[in-house]
């Protein structure tokens, strides 16, 4: 649908009245989110696949958030560290839209390995003790501060 290696590619499916777009690539000057077409009613963007996001992507994709006038409900679900980033650099980034999940760095605690972890937000039950879980070469902890990089979600 568009797009190239070095900009954002958008995939758009229909499911139960709820209408799912997956963005892939980097978000920058060249992203053309007119590819997305007309968006009402409910809506899901899954942001997994963003690898990056540049000053100029920002005021883009600002802009793109702040045309959509007819939805009920916008999602974000399974948020990339780059989209994460810039939700906690500027509130402005996440427009209306209720994150439902995003990915946290973690580390294990004994070899130092990282691992990327896809968090729910509904079971976050204190931001300031994230979840740890246990691997195969043991505990693995939030390899961040809590207070920074959650916090889009303590600004809610």
Do not use: K
């Amino acid at each position: 649908m568009g797009g190239d290696d070095s900009s954002i590619v958008i995939s758009r499916s229909e499911v139960g009245g709820v209408t799912r777009l997956t963005f892939s690539g980097h978000i920058n000057e060249h992203s053309d989110f007119s590819q997305a077409g007309a968006l009402s009613g409910r809506v899901v963007f899954d942001l997994e696949q963003v690898q990056r996001v540049n000053s100029s992507g920002v005021l883009l994709w600002v802009r793109f958030l702040q045309g959509l006038t007819d939805l009920e409900e916008l999602v974000f679900v399974r948020c990339s560290m780059a989209i994460v980033v810039q939700m906690n650099l500027m509130p402005e980034f996440m427009g209306t839209a209720r994150v439902d999940s995003f990915f946290a760095p973690y580390v294990c605690e004994r070899t130092g390995e990282s691992d990327l972890r896809l968090l729910q937000v509904a079971e976050l039950d204190d931001l300031m003790l994230p979840p740890t879980y246990e691997g195969e070469d043991g505990v693995y902890e939030l390899d961040d501060l809590p207070d920074r990089y959650f916090a889009f979600l303590l600004a809610v």
